[in-house]
């Protein structure tokens, strides 16, 4: 099987916090795309791209658990049943060994949507899902990063399960569920655009909010102790 991983967990014990990123419903190949929404189109792009921001920043480190094993019609995992699968194992050992070093951790659980799949969210950039009470203040505090710092449009929907939130938040360590836009972020790992001027801007403007996400990282990380619980 194959989970792609930044870098092992041997090289990152520093005491920079980590950042977790997460994609269940990565694994698309093979797949004939139809209305039915079955796979998370951009999220190996996305991660990616979101990860070497994060690399730059030399105070953060990331790893990456983006599934290509399986599609999700076979798997969900990020339901319950998938917490005994190789997948979520490895995720919740690596966390568990970054605990138990003392490192700083928080989770973002990476999706993405087809446009088509609501009218409400169709130009927006992301929506978050959030679960349970204990979820919200990270969500919105995320929410509201982007809201002070930006103009783009994005929803916030509340009382979705999700499972691999609902596993690590037990162990106190900020989860949030971001889906981004397929349409709006399909071009997000192109370096150079030869295409239209509404293409280029599409790209900028994605990519500058990978920027803010990465900002807000930087001041939440910051604000954390050695086992990823607010400083008193």
């Avoid at 509201?144 to 103009?151: D, T």
């Avoid at 690590?168 to 949030?176: A, H, L, R």
């Amino acid at each position: 099987m194959q989970f792609q991983r930044e870098r092992d967990i041997e090289e990152m014990h520093n005491g920079n916090p980590v950042i977790i990123l997460t994609g269940p419903h990565a694994k698309c190949f093979g797949l004939k795309r139809t209305q039915e929404y079955q796979c998370d189109d951009v999220v190996s792009a996305v991660s990616k791209r979101l990860s070497k921001k994060i690399e730059k920043q030399k105070t953060l480190k990331v790893l990456r658990f983006i599934n290509n094993a399986k599609l999700r019609k076979e798997i969900d995992y990020n339901r319950s049943p998938a917490r005994k699968s190789l997948y979520r194992k490895r995720i919740r050992r690596k966390v568990n060994e970054l605990l138990n070093s003392g490192e700083r951790i928080i989770l973002i659980d990476i999706h993405s949507f087809p446009p088509r799949a609501s009218h409400r969210t169709a130009d927006s950039y992301l929506y978050f899902i959030d679960g349970s009470l204990p979820f919200q203040r990270e969500t919105v505090a995320l929410a509201n990063y982007l809201k002070n710092n930006s103009q783009f449009s994005f929803w916030i929907f509340h009382g979705e399960k999700n499972d691999i939130q609902d596993e690590f938040v037990g162990k106190e360590i900020p989860t949030i569920l971001i889906e981004f836009n397929e349409e709006l972020f399909k071009d997000i790992n192109v370096k150079e655009h030869n295409h239209s001027m509404n293409e280029n801007i599409r790209f900028h403007n994605a990519d500058h909010l990978l920027d803010l996400i990465v900002e807000y990282l930087l001041l939440k990380m910051n604000s954390l102790d050695k086992m990823g619980r607010k400083k008193n």
